[in-house]
Structure formats: C-alpha cells, structure tokens
C-alpha cells in the first residue's frame, strides 16, 4: 500500500512540475525590429503621437497569452510604459505623474500610503482605450517596497 501511494504521489508531483511552465511568466527583451507587424505599428504610433523615444521593448507571456511592453520616455522627460496585445490593440499606458497633480482624494491615498517614512518611488496615471481609470503608486519603507493602485476617487483597489 505505501508504494501505491508514493507512485501516486510522484505522478502528482510530475504532472505538476510538467504543467508549472504552462502557468509561468516568461519575459524577454525583444528588438522593435523583431516586433510583430501590428505590435510595431500600434508602438510606433503611439510613441510619435506622444513624441517619446523607445527605452526598450519587451514579450511576456503569461498563462498562454502573449503581450508586448514598451518603456519611452516622453519629450517632457516623463516616462510612459504601455502595453500591446499580439494583435496590436492598445492596452494599458502608464503615464508618470507629479504628486501635485493629483485629485486630492487620489493625492491623499498616497500621503497616507507614504505615512511613517515611506518614500515614493514611481507615481502614474493609468489610462485604457483612451480613458484615465486610475492611479499607481510605489512606496518604499522600511527597505521594501509595496505598489499601490488606485481608483479615481483614491480607493484602493482589491487584491
């Protein structure tokens, strides 16, 4: 019986590690030359529409699905990432934002978040197909950092 249950058990483990990669989040530096056709143009457009330079490009792919970011930086020094779907929709943009430009809710979030000796590190607005549906925030204490995301009204976001 105690042999059945060991084979069972090294099936289960097998099976396991052999489906992990299928569930794992690989990502990878990828030239813009190499970019699919549709990933290219959508990042070639939104980069000169918002005349920023391309910091570098990146694939991931996360539970099967195939997505492509693009870190630049805008005419104005901000940075700007945002994100393109295998077929070249435009998906989340990242833009950095100043602490002073915050609706106030949003700006009190932050304060809170940074009570204590918090530090922060990156603060953006988040926009998707074109609409600004939110905020993230980084705050580093005590020698870790915690992202926060969120809403317009300054409401966390759930975990």
Do not use: W
Not at 33 to 58: N, W, Y
Not at 75 to 98: P, R
């Amino acid at each position: 019986m105690k042999i059945h249950e060991n084979a069972v058990l090294s099936i289960a483990l097998l099976t396991a590690l052999c489906a992990a990669p299928a569930f794992a989040i690989t990502e990878k530096p990828i030239a813009v030359r190499d970019l699919p056709a549709a990933v290219r143009k959508t990042i070639e457009s939104q980069v000169g529409s918002t005349g920023a330079k391309i910091k570098h490009t990146t694939v991931e792919v996360a539970k099967g699905k195939t997505m492509y970011e693009c870190e630049s930086v805008r005419a104005n020094g901000k940075e700007q990432d945002f994100e393109v779907d295998a077929q070249g929709k435009l998906g989340e943009v990242e833009d950095a934002v100043e602490l002073s430009a915050l609706p106030a809710a949003v700006k009190a979030a932050v304060d809170k978040a940074m009570e204590g000796g918090g530090v922060l590190k990156e603060l953006v607005s988040v926009t998707r197909d074109g609409k600004l549906t939110g905020y993230g925030a980084t705050v580093a204490k005590n020698g870790k950092s915690r992202e926060y995301e969120m809403g317009l009204d300054g409401r966390l976001a759930k975990d």
